[in-house]
């Protein structure tokens, strides 16, 4: 009698934490697919802050960022124009083919989205949970990132009088070029203008 009363409160002991196991799978279930992706596999690497957003929104903005390098040696041999057309019409290609199963994929569930050739990236607008998860399958994509917002500083305002008293010391680069000795005998490039055509720069009345 007395080794199963030792063995009762081992076997509670074991419920209990098997229920906590239990409850801790069911309110989480992101989280295990988020722990997959972050030690690698088979799916896309996925930036840590989308996924802590993931977490806690069903609606989510990011960019989908498609692996493989294009080869673009041969529009060195080509003359200036054929060269434009050439990489143009490649990167447009080879985003339009890497990119179709993920923009169909998207169609279907609903997602807004926009598509850019350059980087080969997708943009997503308002993606649930869900589809987030379902990108996880595709082998062609390389990354999700965030899609950081960037803030451009607006232009402070100068008074004419705040200009004329500002200070007027000359840069080194000017100096290396005798900019401030043209100044002092009066050429200060009024009624002129540069034109640059590649590489190639004009000065013209």
């Known amino acids: 009698m007395g080794a199963i ?33 972050e ?9 840590p802050e989308l996924l802590a957003e993931a977490s ?28 434009g057309w050439y990489v143009y019409e490649t990167l447009k290609a080879n985003a339009d083919s890497a990119q179709a199963e993920v923009r169909a994929y998207l169609d279907q569930v609903g997602i807004s989205y926009q598509a850019f050739w350059v980087q080969n990236v997708i943009a997503v607008e308002g993606a649930t949970q869900a589809a987030f998860e379902g990108l996880f399958t595709f082998a062609e994509i390389e990354a999700l990132r965030v899609n ?18 500002a200070d007027r010391s000359v840069e080194s680069n000017l100096i290396h070029i005798n900019a401030d000795d043209a100044w ?8 002129s203008g540069c034109g640059e055509h590649r590489h190639r720069c004009a000065i013209y009345p």
Request: charged share 20%.
């Open 5 to 37: 009363t030792l063995k009762k409160p081992l076997w509670s002991v074991i419920r209990i934490w098997l229920t906590v196991l239990l409850i801790l799978a069911a309110v989480f279930p992101l989280q295990g697919a988020v722990s997959a992706q």
């Open 56 to 83: 806690r929104s069903d609606s989510l903005d990011f960019l989908i960022v498609f692996g493989g390098q294009v080869d673009l040696s041969a529009a060195y041999e080509m003359e200036w124009s054929a060269r």
């Open 148 to 165: 950081a917002e960037v803030s451009l500083v607006e232009p402070v305002e100068i008074s004419a009088a705040g200009s004329q008293n």
């Open 184 to 191: 002092a005998l009066g050429y200060d490039g009024a009624g």
């Open 39 to 47: 030690t690698g596999g088979d799916g896309p690497e996925v930036d």
